[in-house]
């Protein structure tokens, strides 16, 4: 892969030379590579499908994470958290002793390697707010609570330019990576205003409808906003944050 120069930039294909338009600009790769029969057929190629097979497998629970936890996404990604989801996936696929390289799974693997996963690495939770915070999850009820320590706004925060306040947003997601099935909850807080104001405990519960059988995610993070004569503007520029700030995987009992 290499990178146009120049003034003129090239789409579509020369000879074997492919000229293409990506989020990294305007790109160019050589035609080429193993016959597609082959790679599936070959017993050479044997690592080969087993590789694609768990990495087709990271791809799919990668989607299946970012799609429940959709609507808080959009307001806080960078435009390479596809790749980097897929990557610790594959992480968590690698990481399962259970079965057969090739068959290696993400429900069987160790699925605590996302927690700390910031889901906009240009404004990393841990960078963004520095308030400490106690969590309790009850499987058998479906309840997770997630309560903020004290805090003072203008002292925890790392806010951009512009901020008058902001909301403290968690999300509680209930996975089953097999059937692809989730369920969300997502709980907001009022517009928070940035100054040296002490403010109390800051508790977010969540109930699902949960067999206790589900992966369960637990995510955090902040949007700034802007508020001029009581009306409030989400602030652009991709200065809120988002992440994974625990996971309880359910474990099968044999």
């Not at 520095?130 to 203008?154: C, N, W």
Request: overall charge neutral; aromatic content about 8%; some cysteine.
């Amino acid at each position: 892969m290499a990178k146009q120069k120049g003034i003129v930039k090239l789409t579509g294909t020369i000879g074997d030379v492919s000229f293409y338009k990506s989020q990294d600009g305007f790109l160019a790769r050589g035609k080429g590579g193993v016959d597609k029969s082959r790679i599936k057929n070959d017993p050479a190629f044997q690592r080969t499908r087993e590789n694609g097979q768990e990495f087709g497998r990271a791809a799919k629970a990668g989607k299946v994470l970012r799609t429940a936890f959709r609507r808080l996404i959009q307001n806080a990604k960078d435009r390479h958290v596809v790749g980097r989801m897929t990557k610790s996936m594959l992480e968590i696929v690698k990481s399962d002793k259970s079965n057969l390289r090739g068959q290696r799974t993400v429900q069987t693997g160790n699925q605590s390697l996302l927690r700390g996963f910031d889901f906009n690495i240009d404004s990393p939770l841990g960078s963004t707010i520095y308030a400490g915070y106690s969590l309790a999850i009850d499987r058998a009820s479906g309840t997770v609570t997630l309560t903020i320590s004290e805090f003072i706004p203008d002292q925890i925060l790392s806010f951009p330019s512009g901020a008058t306040h902001f909301n403290l947003i968690s999300g509680v997601g209930a996975i089953d990576y097999s059937t692809e099935a989730f369920e969300v909850s997502i709980v907001k807080s009022a517009d928070i205003v940035i100054d040296n104001t002490p403010h109390e405990l800051l508790a977010q519960s969540h109930e699902l409808n949960t067999n206790g059988e589900q992966d369960i995610y637990v995510v955090l993070g902040v949007e700034f906003v802007e508020v001029i004569h009581e009306v409030s503007y989400p602030l652009k520029g991709g200065s809120n944050c988002l992440g994974i700030i625990a996971v309880d995987q359910y474990h099968q009992e044999e």
